[in-house]
């Protein structure tokens, strides 16, 4: 074979540095990402969660406490149905405008437009207040509030007089 005819074997790849700047750029890259895949995670603490609301029922003597002092929850009665009014705690709380309704009966005072005393019912071991002497103007009012209230408010529970059966059933679900 002729010298010239020898085959040409082709020029030895140049060996490609491997630290280059975007190979560490990579490399990091990588290693952030593969840390973040198995760094040990710190355990998950919840927020300490509220006491659950059951529905229950409320004698107005039972529903008194329920006004915001002691850092109690607020709740009032709308027509015998009794609301969480608590997130509205600048309205009910103590010291709010309409502090008189914690905890009570704001029926009256809802369906006659005034948070006077007056429109508590006093007797908080008696029956509770009818609302039959209100007109219909009253009425509306009330119906209003209480479309409002149902909106905002969640209904935990329902107000009867004391001596109601609802209390001794209620009693007995309990034992
Ligand atoms: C001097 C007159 C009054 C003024 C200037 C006044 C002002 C207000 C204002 C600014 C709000 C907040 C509205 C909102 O952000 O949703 C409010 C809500 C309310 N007002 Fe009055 N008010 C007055 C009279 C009354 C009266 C006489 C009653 C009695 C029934 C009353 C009962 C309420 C109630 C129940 C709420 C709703 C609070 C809630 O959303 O839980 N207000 N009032």
Not at 36 to 55: D, Q, S, Y
Not at 149 to 160: R, T
């Amino acid at each position: 074979m002729a010298d010239s005819e020898a085959p040409i074997s082709p020029p030895a790849a140049e060996a490609l540095p491997v630290f280059t700047p975007i190979n560490l750029v990579l490399l990091s890259l990588l290693a952030f990402l593969i840390y973040t895949r198995i760094r040990p995670k710190p355990p998950i603490v919840l927020p300490k969660a509220p006491p659950p609301t059951v529905f229950r029922v409320f004698t107005p003597p039972e529903l008194l406490p329920y006004n915001g002092t002691n850092h109690m929850p607020v709740y009032l009665a709308v027509r015998g149905k009794i609301f969480d009014v608590t997130s509205g705690r600048n309205f009910y709380g103590p010291g709010g405008p309409y502090e008189n309704f914690a905890g009570r009966d704001a029926s009256r005072g809802l369906a006659c437009g005034s948070f006077d005393e007056e429109m508590l019912t006093k007797d908080l071991e008696g029956p509770l207040d009818t609302l039959q002497d209100l007109g219909p103007e009253e009425m509306e009012a009330l119906q209003g509030w209480e479309e409002r209230f149902n909106d905002k408010y969640l209904i935990i529970g329902e107000l009867v007089p004391i001596g109601s059966e609802k209390v001794n059933k209620a009693k007995g679900a309990e034992a």
